[in-house]
């Protein structure tokens, strides 16, 4: 049981809160406004490429990607991923972010 409960203190929540998605420019994207930095992960739906990167606090992350078909993002503290695949098949849980975030394990 210990070790169930040392898996549960490393669940983080998501950290949607520090993003606020509009257009800059050419590009459409998020400055991070936490005081922490983030991995956001990004995908424009209609040619399924996953962008991702580390944002430092009051960074920008932009996309020129064409979003027409839709996109999707998660935002987790670095060094954590997702619990669910980035993926078109768990866009729905990822849109309604019904995601936590993981510790990343390299190679994974």
Known sequence: MATTAAAAQSVKAHMEACTRWGHAGAEYGTRNSCDSPVVIRFMALGDQHVVEREVAPGAWFG??????GGWMFTAC????????????????????????????????
């Open 77 to 108: 503290p670095v060094g954590y991923a997702p619990n669910l695949r980035f993926a078109v098949e768990n866009r729905n849980a990822i849109l309604d972010s019904l995601y936590n975030c993981l510790p990343s394990r390299p190679g994974a």
């Open 63 to 68: 996309s020129s990607a064409d979003l027409s």
